[in-house]
């Protein structure tokens, strides 16, 4: 009975999403926008991937567009059927045209994103695209509240260290 649990709980959308969170975490630690994915296919974890965008000089470098990549190599097909994307926030209508094509059955995401969100939040480019040829279930709010604090921490912290910088600049254009 134990292990039953066990199996479901290993199995489960927080589980996979914990897993996206260390990916976000692996962002803030290298100063980026804390973002990050897992893809999932057939229960095991295919591909994982952080926000890149500083680190790699590449605005399109967002964990899910990285993420996608690396389960395209891992399933050897650009079709990523029967997978599931976990990504630590709604992703944006880059991300969401990406996911489009590359056609996996599920996106979990972590926290919304009123303003920029292209799964709901703003627009609805994976449930609601007509044009499109493939339509994504969403399942939005998986430890949304983990996912949202990471990057409000980090956003408090750049500014804190612009005020700081600001001063010191300040500081240092006063004559000695
Ligand atoms: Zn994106």
Not at 33 to 45: D, E, K, L, N, Y
Not at 146 to 154: D, H, P, T
Request: with cysteine; proline share 5%.
């Amino acid at each position: 009975m134990e292990d039953e649990c066990h199996e479901i709980d290993l199995h489960s959308d927080g589980h996979f999403m914990l897993q996206a969170l260390r990916e976000a975490r692996k962002a803030a630690a290298a100063g980026e926008v804390p973002v990050g994915a897992v893809v999932v296919c057939g229960g095991r974890i295919v591909a994982r991937a952080w926000n890149q965008v500083e680190t790699l000089k590449d605005a399109t470098a967002h964990a899910e567009m990285l993420a996608l990549t690396a389960a395209q190599q891992a399933v050897g097909d650009w079709r990523l059927d029967g997978c599931t994307l976990y990504v630590t926030k709604e992703p944006c209508p880059m991300c969401a045209g990406a996911i489009v094509h590359c056609r996996p059955d599920r996106v979990v995401f972590g926290c919304a994103d009123p303003k920029g969100g292209a799964a709901g939040g703003w627009i609805n480019l994976l449930e609601a695209n007509p044009p499109l040829n493939h339509r994504c279930d969403v399942t939005s709010g998986v430890m949304a509240g983990e996912c949202l604090g990471l990057l409000q921490s980090f956003f408090r912290d750049a500014r804190e260290r612009k005020k700081s910088g600001d001063a010191d600049a300040r500081r240092g254009s006063e004559p000695a």
